[in-house]
């Protein structure tokens, strides 16, 4: 049954009473205020968890300017890793299957052929034991293990999936980082980083995180970011779904009462511009006061804009932090060299906002910071989106609901059981059901 035009009606009235009590302008001026004040030194529990690598400044780039600006890249490979989402079985068992592959751009199809595959299995007995040595398929070019997952209590889905997801992108990054040349832009953060909140979910998580395997998973990042700092090849994240709090949830601490449900928010309240006399946040150059009293006008979609980079030592990176542990893992070079450091892009053609995360060993170097910041505003510019190497990467890694259906039939039939249905398989039409 679907909704009446008198409740569509009805429903459509609450945004007045709820936009009665939100004043933006006062949003705007807080923003500004938070650029001003506080990001220059934002700290929480006497740590430094925020502060500009160089300039602290807004930006804007002309989007036709950007797209037809000379790349300073001359190839970038992109990498990303799909599953086929946890799965439970009947039998006890938890599986998740990670697929990870590289890209590059230009195309190089031998590349792209190559991939790592990863089956992380959990299972509530605790005598079965399902860990495998790597082997090669393919002819060589493909690389698969099964990885026993730590037992646990509680969230079995959720450590399948991570562990899955990234030991297979850690190490189909290692094995190919040798044949990147110029970039490599990994699908997401330059770190594992939902292995780095299991601390606050939940106490047995945050053991679970500093058990041999999962520390054997983000040493694989660590020695990846080492081993491009060897080589002197820039290594970075693009994160299209950026979704950290370490900013709000610092002000908040300070009596600050944020507005906004995370920090891309408040990046894009800076970040948005608007038509004169109504703009939000003072993008590019203003602190935003002037917008006091004046209502929103058009959003303007003639250029990119964006920050200079910053340090992130809050939240999930506050693990490979200089003063963090990084899970106990050795760090061969200066802890500070490991350290997350960003630029947010905003891109008002589409009203989304990305994040580009960096070791600060090579964004230490305002040169090598420039050119990073040119290569994203083009590739976004150009594509409305991602990089076109990482595209090309997720296209080769995602595994689409038709296969994700039929790879799941195979457990059942090698296991000998059923999946674990769910009222939701039934109700929203999935396969078999």
């Known amino acids: 049954m679907t ?5 569509v009606e009805n429903i459509a009235r609450l945004a007045y009473g709820i936009a009665g009590d939100v004043d933006t302008t006062d949003h705007d001026d807080l923003a500004g205020r938070v650029w001003r004040d506080w990001l220059p030194e934002l700290r929480r529990d006497g740590r430094v968890v925020i502060e500009p690598v160089g300039d602290h400044e807004r930006r804007l780039a002309p989007v036709d300017d950007a ?7 001359e190839t970038v490979h992109g990498l990303d890793s799909g599953t086929i989402n946890p799965t439970t079985f009947k039998n006890g068992l938890v599986v998740d299957v990670a697929h990870a592959a590289m890209a590059s ?30 082997r090669k398929r393919d002819d060589g070019h493909t690389r698969q293990r099964v990885l026993h997952a730590p037992r646990v209590n509680r969230y079995a889905e959720g450590v399948v999936h991570a562990l899955a997801l990234y030991l297979a992108e850690g190490t189909h990054a290692l094995d190919h980082a040798d044949e990147v040349d110029d970039l490599l832009v990994l699908d997401g953060p330059i770190y594992p980083k939902e292995l780095f909140t299991w601390d606050d979910r939940n106490p047995e998580l945050g053991a679970l995180a500093r058990e041999a395997k999962p520390r ?6 660590v020695r990846l970011v080492e081993r491009f700092v060897e080589r002197d090849v820039p290594l970075a994240g693009f994160v299209k779904n950026p979704s950290s709090g370490t ?29 004169a006399g109504s703009r939000a946040g003072g993008a590019a150059g203003g602190d935003g006061d002037d917008a006091a009293g ?37 760090r061969e070079l200066d802890p500070e060299l490991y350290e997350p450091t960003f630029t947010v892009v905003y891109d008002p053609r589409t009203d989304v906002t990305y994040k580009l995360e960096a070791p600060y060993a090579f964004t230490r170097d305002a040169a090598t910071r420039d050119r990073l910041t040119r290569q994203v505003l083009a590739d976004v510019a150009t594509t409305r989106g991602p ?25 059942e039939e090698r296991f000998d059981s059923d999946q674990q249905a769910t009222y939701d398989d039934l109700r929203w039409g999935k396969e078999r059901f």
């Open 3 to 7: 909704l009446d035009p008198i409740h």
């Open 247 to 275: 900013i709000v949830r610092a002000l908040g601490r300070k009596g600050v009462e944020p507005p906004w449900p995370d920090d891309t928010a408040l990046f894009t309240r800076l970040l948005e511009r608007r038509e």
């Open 105 to 134: 751009e230009p195309t190089d199809l031998d590349l792209h052929r190559d991939r790592t595959i990863v089956a992380t299995v959990h299972a509530g007995d605790s005598t079965a034991d399902f860990d495998d040595d790597w």
């Open 216 to 221: 054997a998973v983000v040493e694989k990042y």
């Open 387 to 411: 990089p076109e190497a990482v595209a090309k990467a997720d296209e080769l890694a995602r595994i689409d609901a038709t296969e994700k259906a039929a790879l799941r039939r195979k457990f």
């Open 294 to 330: 004046s209502a929103r006008g058009d959003r303007l979609d003639d250029a990119l804009t964006f920050t200079t980079w910053f340090h992130s030592r809050g939240g999930a990176d506050a693990t490979m932090a200089a003063d963090g542990d990084a899970l106990g893992i050795d």
């Open 67 to 73: 797209a037809l600006a000379e790349r300073p890249f």
